[in-house]
């Protein structure tokens, strides 16, 4: 695999940004404009010959520039080995579909977009595929609140679904993260040094022998 690796970032040039193998399996980084060129070449050229796209997904770094990574998923069943093409981009840079090379990859950027927010030039049907076509924001993104903006429900008065602003309780927003046990301050378990020592002693956990 690492001669092949090597050859495919020898063919696309300027484009490839390098190689690395992850759980054995070959990953190319190339630039957002040569994602099209990438995953053509991989499948029509004999050597690799990668003619599914299994999937293509997004993952998101807050911290980066370059926030958003979209992964092309590849398989090829003639040499028996899959290929994951990696492309970095911002919110605001668009990268090319991939419609033209695989008729897979409409839903696939699809999702992309409906989870991360990310732009796919050319894609014929761009719009929502698993959230509701009224939702605000991409729920996949890691600054997105996991209570998220809006709730629905059913409205009897209205016949119809209505949306509201999320309400939770002050009760649902304040965690303290302790266990149950760490929570029993005045009771030493057998095997538990993890509590701080009340004040007057532990309670014996035993009931004593009249």
């Keep these: 695999m690492e001669d092949l690796a090597e050859y495919i970032v020898e063919k696309l040039g300027k484009l490839a940004l390098g190689h690395y193998f992850e759980h054995d399996e070959l990953v190319v980084k190339v630039k957002p404009e040569g994602v099209c060129k990438a995953l053509q070449f991989l499948r029509d050229d004999k050597e690799c010959r990668c003619q599914i796209l299994v999937d293509i997904c997004g993952v998101d770094y807050p911290d980066r520039p370059e926030r958003f990574e979209v992964v092309y998923n590849l398989l090829s069943m003639h040499q028996n080995h899959r290929i994951r093409i990696k492309t970095s981009v911002d919110e605001e840079t668009l990268v090319p ?114």
């Design 97 to 210: 579909t991939a419609t033209g090379i695989f008729s897979s990859a409409g839903w696939f950027e699809r999702e992309v977009w409906d989870m991360y927010g990310v732009l796919f030039d050319g894609n014929p049907d761009l719009r929502r595929i698993l959230t509701d076509y009224g939702f605000e924001g991409h729920p996949q993104r890691k600054d997105f609140p996991l209570t998220g903006y809006v709730e629905l429900r059913y409205d009897e008065e209205l016949k119809r679904v209505v949306y509201e602003p999320v309400q939770l309780t002050q009760d649902f927003r304040t965690f303290d993260y302790l266990s149950p046990w760490e929570g029993m301050t005045d009771i030493q378990l057998p095997g538990d040094e993890k509590g701080t020592k009340p004040e007057f002693g532990w309670k014996s956990t035993k009931q004593e022998s009249a």
